[in-house]
């Protein structure tokens, strides 16, 4: 019989103890603090007819299909720019327009674009840089060209699902690189 009231007394004590007023708050989603680099850059030449300067902590990865077609990676971010060069022959129209398509077919998704619009007339680099606000697949993207002869495309893509919130950091520093990319880009 003392075994039965003990475990009555221990159910009755757990039922006392457990029934308080202190109610749990859940915490807030957050995100985990992203340390970025010190910002430093490379020149990045090759047997493409272009130069540009890149950053110190991306890596080049090359496309075996297609001539000058290659990825720069950020290994630490999870980030890749796809970079696709293009010769013109009398279609930069083409080329600009499927550009132009590429990144509108990101509207169901984007809260907004932003078009941003290059030109260095000494070096014959013209371009347009696309930002796409929301949670879009690209959050970046541009194309640059010398509007006689080259083309080059270039679309920022991470490898995970996009959360405009908790990519905004990354986002933001890579943005910095590409903008670095086009200022110091020119064609051979």
Known sequence: MKKKQIYL??????????????ETVPRPK????IDTPEKSYKTYK????FIFEMPEYAFIIKAK???????????????TIYLTYKSVDNNLNVHVEDSHEFVYKHVVKADAIEETIYQNDSLKVY???YELKGNTASSIQFYL????????????????????DSLAPVIEFIREDIIHL???FRWE
Do not use: Q
């Open 46 to 49: 090759s047997e493409c007819p």
């Open 65 to 79: 299909e297609e001539f000058c077609w290659f990825d720069i990676w950020f290994p630490k971010n999870g980030a």
């Open 9 to 22: 007394l221990a159910v009755i004590m757990f039922f006392l103890i457990s029934c308080n007023n202190n």
């Open 145 to 164: 060209t010398d509007s006689t002869t080259h083309f080059l495309r270039g679309s920022l893509y991470f490898d995970v699902r996009p959360n405009k």
């Open 182 to 184: 086009i200022e110091s």
């Open 30 to 33: 957050a995100y985990f603090r």
């Open 127 to 129: 371009g347009m840089l």
